[in-house]
């Protein structure tokens, strides 16, 4: 069949582009690669009329996998600052833990930009202001992207062997998907979607305290007052500049503000949080140009595993349009980038064996759960664990509960076992006895998890394996729903 190209990518932020260059990369140029932005080129990315929202932080060792995998090295000025690591403090600030390792914090307007040079120089071909609105079909495969322009309103068809859906997390490719496949269309908006904020800005020291700012480290608050069900950050962006903002449950903010009596919403949170940052005498929005139309923004992070299935005939999800975020801390780009070059990787060899059946392209599936996704559903567990406990739980578990292995364990992306916690013998439970309800939950959770991943190393390798596997993981995971609701 004659198309236009081979692979359509619709979306140009992380997941798109490290798709395009990872498939031109793994098939030498070979490929006939179109990717699709409804931005225009000097805004490729954007997330949003509100800017390229995102806490910007990104771990070394993403990073490093993708010079590894595609030949590509990120340098200044997308990558804006250089960090130690992550701190996480408790609500009290008396505890805190550190994750995570070397990493950086990036300018994400700035990023799309040098993605966009990488790609072209590999021969990736490139459609901005254009809509993908929908999915065309023949015979049960998609087979294009019906197109609408973004300046004029015409609209255009483009044909292909393979669409990528790329398009984040309001993904309307996916909700609308004309075939029969195996890829779930909705998500739980009320359980498993944060609703977060940020804000890029430049201030005056008041004074030095390195629980609220540090030039070296990405901070992190824990605390259901300021986040209800997320979390609050400040990640540095120089001496005197920051990102900072802050996740929320949207029905955990409601019940909290029934509780307090208070009507906050998100951006009055964000507001509250900056300015009780004792660090910032005085602050404004980043003015610098890398940051124009970037300084102020908010948008919805999906925090669950990844789509369980996440290709059909001709069809791929990728990146938040799979939510890929790690569901404890939201964090999206390290596993778009680890999706995404095992997407383009995956592309050129099913293309090469000109099979882009949901079985031909379900190596997707396994290399990426082989890769990164087995432990998602683990980190779910645990999401949903944390949000239930109060300050005064995080405040003693974070204290009396969490070990440098489970630390440890978080920063290696592997769920903590919680060992401390063992309530073997009736001197251990005399011991957690302060908050038995709170080291009983964290053994459950430990142990639900193993399970959890178990289950996911037993990913069907074929398309016929899915539905019992499916099944069987379902009703283990409902239990701990059901547990937590
Ligand atoms: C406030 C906030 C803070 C965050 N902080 C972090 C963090 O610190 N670290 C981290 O790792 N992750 C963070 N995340 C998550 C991270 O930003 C995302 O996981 C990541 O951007 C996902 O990349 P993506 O390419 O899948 O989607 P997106 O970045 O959303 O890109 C999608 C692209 O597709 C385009 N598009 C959408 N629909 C269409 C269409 N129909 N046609 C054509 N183009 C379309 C969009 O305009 C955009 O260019 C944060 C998210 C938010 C909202």
């Given at each position: 069949?004659?198309?236009?190209?081979?692979?359509?990518?619709?979306?140009?932020?992380?997941?798109?582009?490290?798709?395009?260059?990872?498939?031109?990369?793994?098939?030498?140029?070979?490929?006939?690669?179109?990717?699709?932005?409804?931005?225009?080129?000097?805004?490729?990315?954007?997330?949003?009329?509100?800017?390229?929202?995102?806490?910007?932080?990104?771990?070394?060792?993403?990073?490093?996998?993708?010079?590894?995998?595609?030949?590509?090295?990120?340098?200044?000025?997308?990558?804006?600052?250089?960090?130690?690591?992550?701190?996480?403090?408790?609500?009290?600030?008396?505890?805190?833990?550190?994750?995570?390792?070397?990493?950086?914090?990036?300018?994400?307007?700035?990023?799309?930009?040098?993605?966009?040079?990488?790609?072209?120089?590999?021969?990736?071909?490139?459609?901005?202001?254009?809509?993908?609105?929908?999915?065309?079909?023949?015979?049960?495969?998609?087979?294009?992207?019906?197109?609408?322009?973004?300046?004029?309103?015409?609209?255009?068809?483009?044909?292909?062997?393979?669409?990528?859906?790329?398009?984040?997390?309001?993904?309307?490719?996916?909700?609308?998907?004309?075939?029969?496949?195996?890829?779930?269309?909705?998500?739980?908006?009320?359980?498993?979607?944060?609703?977060?904020?940020?804000?890029?800005?430049?201030?005056?020291?008041?004074?030095?305290?390195?629980?609220?700012?540090?030039?070296?480290?990405?901070?992190?608050?824990?605390?259901?007052?300021?986040?209800?069900?997320?979390?609050?950050?400040?990640?540095?962006?120089?001496?005197?500049?920051?990102?900072?903002?802050?996740?929320?449950?949207?029905?955990?903010?409601?019940?909290?503000?029934?509780?307090?009596g208070r009507k906050d919403t998100l951006q009055s949170l964000i507001d509250e949080y900056v300015r009780t940052n004792p660090v910032i005498r005085s602050w404004k929005p980043s003015e610098m140009v890398d940051d124009k139309g970037n300084e102020k923004g908010s948008w919805q992070v999906p925090v669950r595993r990844q789509n369980d299935c996440m290709v059909a005939n001709g069809y791929m999800i990728v990146g938040d349009a799979a939510w890929m975020p790690r569901p404890i801390d939201a964090g999206g780009i390290g596993p778009a980038i680890y999706a995404s070059t095992i997407a383009g990787k995956v592309i050129s060899e099913t293309l090469e064996a000109k099979d882009t059946s949901e079985r031909g392209l379900w190596k997707f599936n396994t290399e990426y759960v082989k890769a990164y996704g087995y432990r998602m559903a683990s980190f779910e567990i645990l999401r949903r664990f944390l949000q239930i406990l109060s300050n005064e739980d995080l405040n003693y578990g974070m204290k009396h509960f969490l070990g440098q292995d489970d630390v440890d364990s978080i920063t290696r992306r592997e769920h903590p076992e919680f060992k401390q916690v063992s309530l073997s013998s009736p001197a251990r439970i005399i011991w957690a006895l302060p908050r038995l309800a709170l080291a009983r939950g964290l053994r459950y959770t430990a142990h639900k998890s193993m399970r959890l991943i178990q289950h996911y190393m037993n990913y069907p390798s074929s398309p016929e394996g899915f539905e019992e596997w499916h099944t069987k993981f379902m009703n283990e995971l409902r239990e701990a729903f059901n547990k937590f609701s």
């Open positions: 069949m004659d198309t236009d190209y081979d692979v359509i990518i619709a979306g140009a932020g992380v997941a798109g582009m490290v798709t395009a260059a990872s498939a031109a990369k793994h098939s030498k140029g070979t490929l006939r690669i179109l990717v699709i932005d409804r931005n225009s080129k000097d805004e490729a990315g954007k997330k949003t009329s509100a800017g390229w929202v995102c806490g910007d932080a990104v771990s070394k060792n993403s990073l490093d996998y993708l010079h590894r995998e595609v030949d590509i090295r990120y340098d200044k000025p997308e990558l804006e600052q250089a960090v130690h690591g992550v701190v996480a403090y408790s609500p009290d600030h008396s505890s805190k833990a550190m994750f995570d390792g070397e990493g950086y914090v990036l300018n994400r307007k700035l990023l799309p930009q040098r993605q966009l040079r990488d790609a072209e120089k590999l021969g990736v071909e490139f459609l901005f202001d254009t809509y993908a609105e929908a999915l065309r079909t023949d015979d049960g495969f998609i087979t294009g992207v019906h197109c609408r322009s973004a300046k004029n309103n015409s609209t255009f068809n483009k044909s292909s062997k393979l669409v990528v859906d790329a398009t984040g997390s309001a993904s309307r490719l996916r909700t609308s998907l004309p075939i029969k496949s195996r890829i779930e269309k909705e998500i739980d908006k009320e359980n498993d979607m944060e609703s977060t904020g940020r804000y890029i800005i430049k201030f005056e020291a008041a004074k030095k305290d390195s629980t609220f700012f540090d030039p070296n480290y990405c901070i992190i608050h824990l605390d259901q007052e300021i986040a209800p069900g997320g979390y609050a950050w400040v990640f540095p962006k120089g001496e005197d500049k920051m990102n900072v903002g802050l996740g929320v449950q949207k029905r955990l903010l409601e019940r909290r503000n029934r509780r307090l």
